[in-house]
């Protein structure tokens, strides 16, 4: 029996602990900023996938998410974070997967990043200031200018890269949406609240959130 394993406690840390972690890792200007966080914009290809564009005979096959990201967003969701998808393309896969985690708001075929995103903070009733907006692209600076706060990814162009407040460690649709989803709550105090709420049955996912593949043959169950 290993003697130095921890007794069970849930959640595991304090919020206290949790945010002198994010501290560490991200340094207390950071860390304020990412606490005023309320409202998070995600693109799509690049950011919530990995940015494979898959095609079939009939056009667009397939999307490749990252179940960490979809927990981790489950998690900003019941902490009270609002949140949404913006992208410049019409994917009705991006669009159920993003309905299916409860996005406040979803905006398919936008290159008009900064009208759409005025819309968001409309629906959502959150500032730019309390906005953080991941991208991967050119066409994500104008609305990460127009935001609170800029996060990009490690394959974002260098003009990307250089105006973000933070760049992921992990790569977009291999865990950089939860890396930075896990750094604004611990920053803010809200990831305990995540965890007692991820063990309360009326936080739960429905069960038809929780089967991805429930339209085409409800015998079959997945999971995020």
């Known amino acids: 029996m ?38 998070m914009v995600f693109d799509a290809d690049g950011v919530l996938t990995p940015g494979n564009l898959i095609y079939g005979p009939d056009g667009e096959a397939l999307k490749e998410f990252h179940a960490h990201d979809g927990l981790g967003i489950v998690m900003a969701r019941v ?41 968001i903070l409309n629906e959502t009733g959150c500032t730019a200031a309390e906005t953080m907006y991941m991208g991967d692209d050119l066409i994500d600076l104008p609305a990460m200018f ?30 950089a949406v939860r890396e930075i989803i896990d750094l604004v709550l611990k920053s803010s105090g809200l990831f305990t609240l995540a965890l007692d709420r991820l063990l309360d049955k009326a936080w739960h996912p429905t069960q038809k959130e929780l089967s991805s593949d429930v339209g085409s043959n409800p015998s079959r169950r997945g999971s995020d």
């Open 2 to 39: 290993n003697a130095s394993r921890r007794e069970p406690i849930w959640p595991p840390h304090s919020d206290t602990d949790y945010r002198q972690e994010a501290v560490v890792r991200l340094g207390e200007e950071l860390a304020d900023q990412l606490s005023t966080v309320r409202l």
């Open 79 to 119: 902490a009270g974070i609002k949140l949404a998808v913006l992208t410049g393309r019409n994917s009705a896969i991006v669009a159920r997967r993003c309905t299916e985690l409860r996005f406040d708001s979803i905006k398919l075929a936008r290159f008009d990043k900064v009208v759409a995103l005025e819309e």
């Open 146 to 175: 127009a935001a609170g706060s800029p996060v990009a990814v490690p394959a974002a162009p260098a003009e990307v890269r250089q105006y973000a407040s933070y760049i992921t460690t992990a790569s977009g649709g291999q865990g």
